[in-house]
């Protein structure tokens, strides 16, 4: 049972680009979270969204950075025109729709990361 | 405010002795989650272990044990017999409601032969 996958794990991008971050939740798992971890700091969450819809965004900023979940395929993570300080570990987790009799109800899942630098 | 509070940028322990990493936490939910997490550098996020708000057993994995003191709010993570791969950064993260999952700044732990 394959866990959360992200790709790429690295991406290096210039100044203006822009990085598109994908992200495959756990099998079973409708929900997924965005969050971004900026060097020697903890994780901050940016969005969580469930299939075609967003949920909450609060933690995106208001400007570059969009994510989705279509119906088919991984959820995106889109950040246009990038500036150095998004230079950032980008990581995503999923959860299932409903609580589960795990060790949390409500557990993330996360991905081993998709690590940006911007020059 | 709900938040979660490492004191300890950075610790120190000599291989093979225990180690107590700091967390405490602030939320007025009722039912909320405890996480612990290691970092190693290769950046992925490891799931160490787990304490729910109404556990009254403090959780053991292994060498890790989570001091759960809920009066105090507090959820300190303790390794013992440390080893020289447990050099990591550690989190610990606090799931409020179903969807709400909030980290600390991390402490950097560093176990010298």
């Known amino acids: 049972n394959a866990g959360v996958m992200q790709n790429p794990r690295h991406l290096v991008r210039r100044r203006g680009q822009e990085a598109r971050l994908r992200c495959s939740p756990m099998k079973g798992h409708s929900h997924v979270y965005w969050y971004r971890q900026l060097p020697e700091e903890g994780l901050k969450f940016m969005v969580y969204l469930q299939k075609e819809n967003i949920i909450d965004e609060s933690g995106m900023p208001k400007e570059r950075f969009s994510a989705e979940f279509p119906k088919e395929g991984p959820s995106i993570l889109r950040i246009q025109q990038v500036v150095r300080g998004d230079s950032a570990a980008y990581f995503c987790a999923s959860s299932p729709a409903e609580p589960t009799s795990g060790r949390d109800p409500y557990e993330q899942y996360f991905g081993p990361g998709t690590r940006l630098t911007v020059t | 405010a709900q938040k979660i509070t490492q004191t300890q940028p950075g610790m120190f322990v000599q291989e093979k002795e225990a180690v107590t990493l700091d967390c405490t936490y602030d939320?007025?939910?009722?039912?909320?989650?405890l996480f612990w997490y290691k970092q190693p550098s290769s950046g992925e996020m490891i799931f160490l272990i787990y304490?729910?708000?109404?556990?009254?057993q403090n959780a053991t994995e292994g060498r890790y044990s989570l001091n759960f003191q809920k009066a105090r709010k507090s959820a300190n993570l303790v390794i013992s017999a440390s080893q020289l791969g447990d050099s990591a950064m550690y989190f610990c993260a606090m799931r409020l409601n179903n969807n709400d999952m909030r980290f600390g700044a991390g402490t950097r732990l560093t176990v010298k032969p």
């Open positions: 304490q729910g708000s109404y556990d009254e």
């Open positions: 939320t007025s939910d009722q039912s909320y989650g």
